[in-house]
């Protein structure tokens, strides 16, 4: 039957909107998907054999179904007239001027996507918010498409997206749950319902949640600031841990036994980061505020503070080691993204952690197995927000900087002739290096500050090193000199 055929259009081929819609192409054969965006050179390279984000698994799902049930294309007005369900996985920047600068999200390329889907459509359509946006967007945007609808009618459904970068791919594949929330009418229901027979082709009808459209919305904001919060609070107690001689390995694992608690998500870290859970928490603060809910809001907040706090810690515990000084000292950074097996950069602790060792006038010779140097340039002359916004002034590093910095593609030309080795990122790769060659061509003392607890710390501390683990028992020589945070 013709007429049952569903078509997908999701505007926005980024993180999210790019695996997602793979996988629904790849799980629903009778469903024709098209990725559009404005960025040209996007759509070019998920249109090549060099896709625009490094996603394990995901190469093999685009192979399979491009060209047959899903395409990427630039021409976003004819692909959205022509969907039956258009999913809108734009990016939501933090806004940097303005009301609620530094915390409410801009939803400037929201508010155009929605224009211009009330533009082109001629016929009546189903709007899927997929990224992750403020609590009663929702409503907003069902007021641009009513107001400007010429008699077409349109459904707004808030289906959050809660894949993690690195498993984005299995996430999909088998996700927790499907959240669809949209609106108590008959109307809302039968829309919900299509979106729910496209889950339904490989997900479990029970995994299948549906909600009003402002409990699904607040669900995301809320899940991601529950996560970050268990982050935040491991990674107080690692410098709790680190004062008292307990170490957080074992105070996680034996915390995480409890059932009601769970062992996941418990890994003490120099800081959690990615797109999402600053973005998300900062505009759940934002909002408590708007709806005179300071004592929420002020709630909220601390996990960011831990978080920064986590960071300058880290730094600091740096610098005060090795004799109060990093001046002209070369620094190794083993790992720039934000976490292992994905080469995105957005919010990673290392920027911080750079920014504060360049800033103590460090040579930093960073090494990561999927960032480019282009990228990492970027990140460290980028002012906060600024990296969502897809416009903004490229500032050139300044010539000392440019000197400060290098990037290599290995992790032993990183640590030749280093002081220090700044574990940043949880790579596999960084747990079976060769460390005594490493430490053979290091200057002494050598010191390896580990960020992400992968080292083997008996073993390095053997080999020679004066070794730093996030929230486990400190060695005599960093004892000795504490770091004032
Ligand atoms: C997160 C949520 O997990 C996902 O559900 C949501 O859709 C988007 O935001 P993501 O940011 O891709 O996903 O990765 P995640 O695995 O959650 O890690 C976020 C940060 O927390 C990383 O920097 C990671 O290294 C850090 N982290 C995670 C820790 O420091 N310790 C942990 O135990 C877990
Ligand atoms: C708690 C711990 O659960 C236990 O492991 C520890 O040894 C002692 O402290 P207890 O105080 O006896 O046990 O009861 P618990 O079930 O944890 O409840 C504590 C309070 O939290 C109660 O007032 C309960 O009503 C409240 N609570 C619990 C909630 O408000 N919401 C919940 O979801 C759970
Ligand atoms: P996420 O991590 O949420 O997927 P990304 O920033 O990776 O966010 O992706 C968002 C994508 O949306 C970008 O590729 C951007 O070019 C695209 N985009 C933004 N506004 C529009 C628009 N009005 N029409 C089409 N694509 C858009």
């Known amino acids: 039957n013709l007429r049952e055929m569903v078509k997908i259009c999701c505007i926005g081929a980024g993180y999210v909107g790019g695996p997602t819609m793979a996988v629904i192409a790849l799980k629903c054969p009778d469903i024709q998907v098209v990725v559009v965006d404005i960025s040209v050179p996007r759509i070019t390279a998920w249109n090549s054999d060099q896709l625009p984000i490094y996603e394990p698994g995901l190469d093999d799902v685009v192979k399979q179904c491009r060209g047959k049930n899903l395409f990427f294309s630039t021409d976003v007005e004819k692909h959205v007239c022509e969907a039956d369900i258009v999913f809108v996985s734009v990016n939501t920047p933090t806004k940097t001027r303005g009301l609620g600068a530094g915390k409410a999200a801009d939803l400037t390329y929201w508010e155009s996507a929605a224009r211009m889907i009330a533009d082109v459509s001629k016929s009546d359509k189903i709007v899927v918010e997929k990224s992750t946006v403020p609590v009663k967007t929702a409503e907003a945007i069902e007021k641009i498409l009513t ?201 990673t602790p290392a920027i911080d952690v750079c920014k504060g060792l360049l800033g103590d006038k460090a040579c930093v010779s960073i090494y990561d197995p999927q960032v480019t140097e282009d990228q990492i340039r970027r990140d460290l002359t980028l002012n906060k927000f600024e990296w969502d916004h897809p416009f903004h002034v490229q500032r050139p590093m300044s010539p000392t900087t440019v000197k400060q910095v290098t990037v290599v593609w290995d992790a032993y030309a990183a640590t030749k002739d280093a002081h220090a080795i700044c574990i940043l990122t949880e790579w596999d790769e960084f747990k079976t290096l060769d460390y005594k060659r490493i430490y053979d061509n290091m200057q002494k003392p050598a010191f390896i500050f580990d960020g992400r607890n992968v080292v083997d710390i008996e073993k390095l501390r053997e080999i020679g090193f004066i070794v730093y683990s996030i929230g486990k028992p400190l060695d005599a020589w960093l004892k000795d000199m504490p770091a004032i945070a």
């Open 147 to 347: 107001h400007n609808s010429k008699g077409i009618n349109f459904q707004i459904l808030s289906n959050p997206e809660f894949l993690a970068e690195g498993t984005a791919i299995e996430d999909l594949f088998k996700p927790d749950r499907v959240l669809i929330g949209g609106r108590e009418t008959p109307g809302g229901q039968k829309a919900i319902q299509t979106l729910k027979n496209v889950y339904a082709h490989w997900v479990p009808e029970e995994n299948i949640i549906t909600t009003n459209l402002w409990s699904a919305e607040l669900s995301k904001l809320a899940a991601n600031a529950f996560l970050a919060q268990r982050i935040s609070s491991v990674n107080a107690m690692s410098a709790l841990c680190e004062a008292t001689g307990a170490n957080v390995s074992q105070v996680a694992y034996a915390v995480g036994k409890d059932t009601r608690i769970g062992p996941k998500f418990l890994n003490a870290s120099v800081g959690f980061g990615g797109s999402c859970f600053q973005k998300d928490i900062l505009n759940l603060v934002y909002i408590c505020e708007c709806n005179g809910l300071p004592e929420v809001a002020e709630y909220w907040k601390q996990v960011i503070k831990i978080n920064d706090y986590q960071k300058s810690r880290f730094v600091n515990r740096v610098v005060a080691s090795m004799f109060n000084t990093v001046s002209n000292k070369k620094i190794a950074i083993l790992g720039f993204a934000f976490k292992k097996d994905t080469g995105d950069t957005r919010e």
